[in-house]
């Protein structure tokens, strides 16, 4: 389970990262070449449609921060895990569950559900 953890969290920092270059190493580390991400807003094939997706929502929600919500949960190559989307010191806006086929070790395919998104965030 470990592993799993571990590739959350890295999962997770990418979304912090506003270094565009140490954030597409950590993607490049993180996803396999054609990965996949997919939720009720967005939709993004590769390396370089994730890195311009994670920007996107970085500029969307500036000085915010995505936080593991819970425990990862992983079966064989499955893993689910929930996370927080809040401004620094304050109460989450979004929050959401996002379920993801591993693939050596690295995340292949993301879908995302939304549980809680502000009005007006669409």
Known sequence: MSDFSDLVDRYIAIWNETDTTRRRALIARTWTEGASYLDPMM?????AGIDAMIAAVQEKFPGHRFSLAGKVDAYQDR???????????GDALVKGTDF???????????????????AGAA
């Open 100 to 118: 993801a086929v591993v693939d050596s070790g690295r995340l292949q395919q993301v879908t995302g559900f939304l549980d809680q998104v502000p």
């Open 79 to 89: 893993v689910r895990f929930s996370w927080a989307l809040a401004p620094e010191g």
């Open 43 to 47: 939709k993004s094939d590769g390396h």
